[in-house]
């Protein structure tokens, strides 16, 4: 069985610093990856999605992460943080055959400080 | 754009009641779920639903059962509630074979508490 893990159930930045919420997952085959960002009392809203023609994947408000097969990571960045990124960012791996629902892992909530 | 609609935003209910969730998408997604989501477990799937009529259990089935009777409605029901049900739960739908990997599109949520 797949897993997620994010390290760290909080991150806390400085507006217009890096930010970097870190995702791994364990799976003996390279699974479709998500991240998916949820705002206060909403559902969750797609951020980027892995799709295997490039390991750089660009996603929407300025986020982008990198797929790292050797370090099964898909770690999320932003180079500068803007108070309304403060949400709860969730990474979620799906298999490539089978049943194909998306485990999650069990968030990080981002914190912007003026 | 893809619009997955959940029936309730807040539910009270009472221990022991038969509870309903309801999910409609417009978008004639093959497949659809429901997850609930708690503090530091991220969400977990419960149910899903691949086709009208067809289910499969999730991770956390204990306790709840679905009906998908129409391809656009997907109805999470809590056979008799208990406040371990409490939770915020989400409901999903992807599509079916216009590429692999197919993100799921999520409704609002439903946070139910159970008293």
């Known amino acids: 069985a797949q897993s997620v893990t994010q390290l760290g159930s909080h991150v806390s930045v400085s507006e217009g610093a890096l930010v970097l919420l870190r995702c791994n997952y364990s799976s003996s085959v390279p699974p479709y990856l998500f991240w998916y960002v949820q705002y206060p009392n909403q559902g969750l809203q797609l951020l980027l999605k892995y799709t295997s023609a490039a390991t750089l994947v660009k996603g929407i408000n300025g986020f982008e992460a990198e797929f790292k097969k050797s370090e099964t990571s898909f770690h999320l960045t932003k180079p500068s943080a803007h108070m309304s990124d403060a949400a709860e960012y969730f990474c979620?791996?799906?298999?490539?055959?089978?049943?194909?629902?998306?485990?999650f892992g069990s968030g990080t909530r981002l914190q912007v400080q003026p | 754009d893809v619009k997955v609609t959940q029936s309730s935003r807040y539910l009270v209910k009472r221990t022991g009641e038969k509870v309903f969730l309801e999910c409609v998408q417009d978008m004639d997604h093959e497949n659809m779920f429901w997850y609930r989501q708690d503090p530091g477990l991220g969400l977990r799937l419960i149910y899903f639903s691949y086709d009208v009529k067809m289910k499969e259990k999730g991770d956390i089935p204990e306790g709840y059962s679905v009906s998908r009777e129409k391809k656009e409605r997907f109805s999470l029901i809590l056979e008799s509630a208990s406040t371990n049900q409490t939770s915020m739960y989400l409901c999903a739908s992807r599509p079916t074979g216009r590429g692999e990997n197919q993100p799921q599109h999520f409704g609002d949520g439903t946070r139910l508490s159970i008293l």
């Open positions: 979620a791996v799906s298999e490539r055959t089978g049943r194909r629902a998306l485990t």
